[in-house]
């Protein structure tokens, strides 16, 4: 094996834009996924900012009815499949999956670049829409709606459809990767925690999406055929058109969080100083809570019209994903206790996360409840509920995962406290924003409209003074990283003391990640 | 890398000649048969004996053609989950359109 | 494992350790592939057989109208192609490149008997008026009709689609085999077409019964 010049990386290996669009290097292509997700958050982002605004106040406040829907539906779409799906999977999946089981690369360099580039082909395929009479029938295209509304809903669908190939190669890589290219003594019970949840997540992405694919493709052959399979006027059962949707959406949702917890996972003992509480608890965890997705999407249907006796058996088994999900909870905490903590911006997301992603998984067994559900469906409690679990979990462990592996990417460090102040400014401002909304749909609220009734006033004002917050503290955030490239300490190999296999290799990476191929004789987490 | 992990393959199977023609006349068999059946009127359970009979042709596919009786067992456990999961959706679907009031019925 | 006989002797990528970790690697990425070709199928036929519950008549009705002797013919096709393909990788494997290279051409022409007779059936169903969704104009036919038959188009169509992504895999396998890339110690390009043109097969199995004779 060739080992590397001094000071040669991925990064310097080769140079010209040319030489990173044809990559096949993981890092690069991890790299290149994270570029265009924070372009994508960026835009979905804007649009957030845009729709708390317009909630500012009663009536008409900055945009006109109908292009608050489109706001909100590209809102969705983009952070679901643009930002959240591949965030944590494609970018940090991509850059350390490899390097953490002491490969040189994925299995498949080749369909990984592919995969990229159907994910900006989908992208821009889904954002023509706009110019197609935009769509507006949320993130989720419920039919019949969306088969009579603008034609743009054709374009976002098509978008959807490839994005979802995109997902479904990223997947397949991964479950390749892990069943065969780890290391030497890396055995499956010595993979660290954050590849025990990518390896689930792609498991969700194979076996899921393509339901998903072929869901959206009927909604195309509805639009543009009228086959009438979900249009009740022709025969069709829209209901069926939700179950088609969720049996691949709602394990979508664990293919946003699932790695979201593994990342937790990671920074929680690397932290802590402390080696991780019950392993492999966690590990099967991640599985089991991979499988149970698969028997919950029901819960999304109690009020369209599904049979009771399906409402009833959703409801009792969607409460069972409130056991994996706490068995982790609880680890983490048992890892915790007694050991060293260093509250380092990760940490602190970290942290934040556990008490977030506590709220939002308490107020998911409230809505598993078939009965209170019917109270609380389409208000803001929903609203709340899955924003405490896909911003308060998933951003934030992005946030964390940031901070924790950007002295590995790029070899440079930043600075601690403009990290720890942007942690601030989202913690503060994320709760600010979405407490007041669980009030809100408790109180009746109901979601996705353009206007509200006087009295839910005050509140949807604090609401929006809390978006401000969270976007100074992403602005903090960015500022932080580009100082970091810019003008950031060159970083050591291992800044944090972590044991796990991407710290033992130079910051940045060789090209092959490894000067010599690693071989590893103990877990991924022997602290003490 | 991992000299021990993945050395237990190096024998790949290679199906006589023989075996491929008798599964193709299998098939065959299987195929008239499938017609034959569907000319007696038996009801719903022409659809479950059309299934069954496809079942068994593509186990046969399966097995043999796609080499899955002579793979490793992983791919095994790959192939069976796509079936398993479909079994789920496709039970799951069924159960709420036949517990549910059909206005048009 | 055997060094090639002739041809080329195939470098496998850097990151494995040899080519038979290659090899068993790429075969666990098509299988991979092929459960979500089953799940996308599948979940086509979940609804199919859905509405066909909510809509017999309907669907005896449609059922009635398709030509089973045209659908059988195609069925013994695409088993005897699936068989080719088979023997196909045979050939290969026993570097016996003018039969592999035979077989695969078979095959490919099965396909091409295959489109043709899907090509008659359709012609004939649009020379009666059946269309699928609201294009569908056919006399005779009970309120519901086009909801078989736009099922009918749809899993026909993407069944159609595979048939012919396979057959451009096969030709593109075909330049590769005569081009010696393929031998007994490398054949892992051709095992994965082969897999994918045996699930083509394995849908039109379920497809053959369900749509022409359960009526």
Redesign the interface.
């Known amino acids: 094996m060739a080992t590397s010049h001094a000071g040669e990386n991925y990064i310097n290996h080769e140079k010209g834009l040319w030489s990173w669009l044809t990559t096949l290097d993981h890092k690069r292509i991890g790299i290149m996924y994270m570029i265009s997700v924070m372009a994508f958050f960026f835009i979905g982002g804007m649009f957030a900012l845009a729709i708390r605004l317009e909630l500012f106040s009663v009536g008409k406040t900055i945009v006109e009815a109908q292009t608050y829907n489109q706001m909100m539906t590209f809102h969705g779409t983009i952070m679901v499949f643009m930002v959240i799906v591949p965030g944590l999977p494609a970018v940090f999946g991509n850059f350390f999956l490899?390097i953490m089981i002491g490969?040189?690369?994925?299995?498949?360099?080749r369909?990984n670049l592919l995969s990229w580039y159907l994910l900006m082909l989908g992208a821009t395929i889904a954002v023509s829409s706009m110019f197609f009479g935009g769509v507006d029938t949320g993130w989720t295209f419920y039919t019949p709606y969306s088969i009579k509304g603008s034609i743009g809903v054709i374009n976002m669908t098509l978008g959807a459809f490839i994005m979802g190939m995109s997902s479904?190669l990223t997947g397949?890589?991964f479950?390749?990767t892990v069943?065969?290219?780890r290391c030497p003594g890396m055995t499956m019970n010595r993979i660290p925690l954050f590849i025990w949840a990518l390896y689930s997540t792609a498991i969700i992405q194979?076996?899921a999406?393509?339901?998903l694919?072929?869901?959206l493709?009927?909604l195309v052959?509805?639009r543009v055929?009228?086959?009438?399979?979900f249009d009740p006027a022709?025969?069709?059962?829209p209901v069926?058109y939700q179950h088609?949707f969720w049996?691949y959406s709602h394990p979508a949702v664990y293919i946003m969080i699932l790695p979201a917890l593994g990342v937790v996972s990671e920074l929680i003992t690397t932290y802590s100083r402390k080696t991780i509480f019950g392993y492999k608890a966690i590990a099967y965890s991640s599985i089991a809570i991979a499988a149970v997705s698969f028997f919950v999407w029901g819960h999304h249907l109690f009020v369209s019209g599904q049979s009771e006796v399906a409402g009833i058996l959703f409801s009792f088994i969607t409460m069972l994903v409130g056991v994996p999900t706490a068995i982790k909870v609880f680890n983490w905490v048992a890892t915790m206790y007694r050991g060293s903590i260093q509250l380092k911006t990760p940490m602190l997301y970290a942290i934040g996360f556990m008490f977030v992603f506590t709220i939002g998984g308490v107020t998911g067994i409230m809505l598993a409840t078939v009965g209170m559900d019917v109270h609380f469906h389409d208000t803001y409690f929903v609203v709340a509920h899955f924003h405490y679990v896909m911003v308060g979990g998933t951003l934030f462990a992005l946030m964390g995962a940031i901070f924790h592996w950007l002295p590995k990417m790029f070899g440079k460090m930043h600075n601690e406290a403009m990290a720890r102040l942007s942690f601030v400014f989202v913690f503060i401002g994320f709760n600010v924003t979405f407490f007041p909304q669980f009030i809100l749909g408790s109180l009746g609220m109901p979601r996705r409209y353009f206007d509200y009734l006087p009295e839910y006033e005050p509140l949807n004002r604090i609401s929006t003074m809390g978006s401000w917050v969270i976007a100074l503290g992403f602005i903090v955030g960015l500022i932080t990283i580009i100082h970091a490239l810019l003008k950031g300490k060159q970083a050591p190999d291992n800044p944090w003391g972590s044991t796990t296999l991407e710290w033992q290799t130079k910051s940045p990476p060789v090209f092959?990640n490894f000067d010599s191929t690693p071989s590893v004789n103990g877990g991924p987490y022997e602290y003490r | 890398?991992?000299?021990t992990q993945?050395?237990e393959?190096?024998h790949?199977h290679?199906?006589s000649?023989q075996t491929?023609?008798k599964?193709?006349v299998a098939?065959?068999i299987l195929?008239v048969l499938?017609?034959v059946?569907?000319q007696f009127h038996f009801g719903v359970f022409?659809?479950f004996i059309?299934?069954f009979?496809?079942t068994v042709?593509?186990t046969l596919?399966?097995g043999?053609?796609?080499?899955l009786k002579y793979?490793?067992v992983?791919?095994r456990v790959?192939?069976a989950?796509?079936?398993f999961?479909?079994l789920l959706?496709?039970v799951v679907?069924?159960l709420d359109?036949?517990t549910r009031i059909?206005p048009?019925? | 494992?055997s060094i090639a006989k002739e041809g080329e002797v195939h470098h496998f990528?850097?990151?494995?350790?040899d080519a038979?970790?290659e090899y068993?690697?790429?075969?666990?990425?098509v299988?991979?592939?092929?459960?979500?070709?089953?799940?996308?199928?599948?979940?086509?036929l979940?609804?199919y057989?859905?509405?066909?519950?909510?809509?017999p008549e309907v669907f005896e009705q449609g059922g009635d109208t398709l030509n089973?002797k045209l659908g059988?013919t195609n069925?013994?096709v695409l088993?005897?192609s699936?068989?080719t393909?088979?023997?196909g990788i045979?050939y290969i494997?026993?570097d016996d490149r003018k039969k592999a290279l035979l077989n695969l051409g078979i095959t490919l022409i099965c396909g091409f008997i295959f489109l043709g007779i899907k090509y008659i059936e359709y012609s004939h169903k649009f020379h009666l008026g059946i269309f699928?969704?609201?294009?569908f104009h056919a006399e005779g036919f009970m309120?519901?009709a086009?909801?078989y038959f736009?099922?009918y188009y749809?899993l026909t169509g993407?069944h159609g689609l595979h048939v012919v992504i396979g057959m451009g895999l096969i030709a593109w396998i075909m330049i590769r085999v005569a081009r010696g890339t393929y031998s007994s110690s490398y054949w892992t390009g051709v095992?994965g077409v082969?897999?994918f043109w045996?699930?083509v097969?394995?849908v039109w199995?379920?497809l053959?019964?369900?749509l022409y004779?359960?009526g």
């Open positions: 490899p490969a040189k690369d994925v299995a498949f360099p369909l479904i397949l890589n479950i390749v069943h065969k290219l194979v076996l999406t393509p339901v694919g072929i869901t493709l009927l052959a509805e055929l009228g086959v009438g399979i022709l025969g069709g059962d069926l088609f049996f092959h | 890398m991992a000299e993945h050395h393959h190096h790949h290679l199906m000649l491929h023609l599964v193709f098939l065959v195929t499938t017609v059946a569907a022409n659809t059309a299934i009979i496809a042709k593509a596919v399966m043999w053609f796609m080499h793979d490793g992983m791919n790959i192939f989950a796509g079936f999961f479909l959706f496709s679907c069924l359109i036949y059909n048009r019925a | 494992m990528a850097h990151h494995f350790d038979d970790h068993e690697s790429t075969k666990q990425g299988w991979l592939f092929m459960v979500t070709e089953v799940l996308m199928f599948g979940a086509l979940v609804g057989l859905i509405f066909k519950g909510l809509y089973w059988a069925t013994v088993i005897f699936s068989l393909m088979a023997l045979y494997r026993i699928p969704g609201k294009y309120p519901d086009p909801l736009s099922f749809m993407l095992e082969g897999i045996h699930l097969d394995l199995i379920y053959f019964p369900l004779l359960v």
